[in-house]
């Protein structure tokens, strides 16, 4: 926490120093500047074509039994594997005058449902269910399909304030955050005869860094790491029909969630005309939340009840484009 205020006294001071360095000009003075940018609002949207990763039992997960030829019996696990899916956000920020600094406001939205079939095609002769300690006999003549459908819902916003500094004769800039994120995330597996559900919701502080190296040719390599702490609530339940109890559900738990992203690309910038300017970005982008979503187990014979809560974190990855204005 010490850290912390001493990082945002810090940013408050070197805002309140005039800029030492332009967009266009040299640098002069100490090894490290602070580097205004042509002041101004901009928008930037950017498309991403990512894929989720969920820890344990997340995933949707059946267990097949299968018949060796020495008598002996094999269980297999099917989880789903995600597919690839477009995700998109968009970004407002200004860069105030005179000055190395700019406050920005960004929504990310990720929605990735992934459909998931399996059958009796490789003559198992027995199905297990991980989420509800359910096992179900098969005969050689029997027709059983497992059918269901996993989707995760992300929607985060980002409100940040952050201070441009360069250094290396203006080819190197970096670029210190501190900020406010909230996120809602969803996990809901959905069958025919039920449901796994969970769902997160929190706020909380959060940190960035940017850095820019600038080629020639208006070319330059980019970087972004940025990590919070978030203070929310996180609720699960299940549904089996033919269960005595047909719901199982945990109450609202209260649950801190840290997160962890970062990405790497290449931009290009044109200049149109005055302080007007756009950026094309292309990367790959990387992120992680520990342990926002809880797993019930349960158990449906002899008596129903809820065997336990299991944790689980998520995640997502994949290549990002984005385009910039600077109005």
């Known amino acids: 926490m010490k850290a912390l205020?001493?990082?945002?006294?810090?940013?408050?001071?070197?805002?309140?120093?005039?800029?030492?360095?332009?967009?266009?000009?040299?640098?002069?003075?100490?090894?490290?500047?602070?580097?205004?940018?042509?002041?101004g609002f901009y928008v930037e949207l950017t498309g991403a074509w990512v894929v989720p990763s969920e820890t344990g039992l997340g995933t949707f997960t059946d267990s097949w039994e299968y018949q060796n030829s020495d008598g002996s019996t094999?269980?297999?696990?099917?989880?789903?594997?995600?597919?690839?899916?477009?995700?998109?956000g968009i970004k407002l920020g200004y860069d105030f005058n005179c000055s190395a600094s700019n406050v920005e406001i960004e929504y990310f939205h990720l929605h990735n449902s992934k459909h998931n079939f399996n059958d009796t095609s490789d003559n198992p002769i027995g199905f297990g269910s991980a989420f509800f300690n359910l096992y179900v006999p098969i005969n050689p003549e029997d027709i059983f399909i497992s059918d269901a459908d996993l989707d995760y819902t992300l929607d985060k916003v980002d409100v940040t304030f952050g201070h441009w500094f360069a250094t290396d004769r203006c080819k190197l800039l970096i670029h210190p955050?501190?900020?406010?994120?909230?996120?809602?995330?969803?996990?809901?597996?959905?069958?025919?005869?039920?449901?796994?559900?969970?769902?997160?919701?929190?706020?909380?502080?959060?940190?960035?860094?940017?850095?820019?190296?600038?080629?020639?040719g208006g070319f330059?390599?980019?970087?972004?790491?940025?990590?919070?702490?978030?203070?929310?609530?996180?609720?699960?339940?299940?549904?089996?029909?033919?269960?005595?109890?047909?719901?199982?559900?945990?109450?609202?738990?209260d649950r801190i969630v840290y997160t962890f992203g970062g990405s790497l690309g290449v931009a290009y910038d044109w200049c149109i005309c005055n302080n007007s300017a756009l950026r094309l970005e292309l990367g790959y982008t990387v992120e992680n939340y520990i342990g926002p979503?809880?797993?019930?187990?349960?158990y449906?014979?002899?008596?129903?009840?809820?065997?336990?809560?299991?944790?689980?974190?998520?995640?997502?990855?994949?290549?990002?484009?984005?385009?910039?204005?600077?109005l």
């Open 220 to 253: 330059s390599f980019t970087s972004r790491f940025d990590a919070s702490v978030l203070m929310g609530s996180v609720k699960a339940d299940s549904r089996l029909a033919f269960a005595a109890t047909n719901l199982y559900e945990s109450p609202s738990t």
């Open 5 to 39: 205020k001493s990082f945002i006294i810090f940013l408050f001071i070197t805002t309140l120093q005039p800029a030492i360095g332009n967009e266009c000009g040299g640098c002069l003075g100490d090894p490290l500047y602070s580097y205004q940018k042509p002041c």
């Open 177 to 216: 955050s501190v900020g406010l994120r909230y996120i809602n995330l969803e996990h809901d597996l959905t069958f025919l005869i039920g449901h796994v559900r969970s769902c997160y919701h929190g706020i909380g502080p959060m940190i960035g860094l940017d850095g820019e190296y600038k080629l020639c």
């Open 74 to 88: 094999t269980a297999l696990s099917k989880p789903s594997k995600a597919d690839y899916k477009g995700a998109w």
């Open 300 to 326: 449906t014979d002899p008596e129903p009840r809820i065997e336990k809560l299991l944790t689980t974190n998520f995640g997502y990855s994949g290549p990002f484009i984005s385009l910039r204005w600077h």
């Open 293 to 298: 979503f809880d797993i019930i187990t349960a």
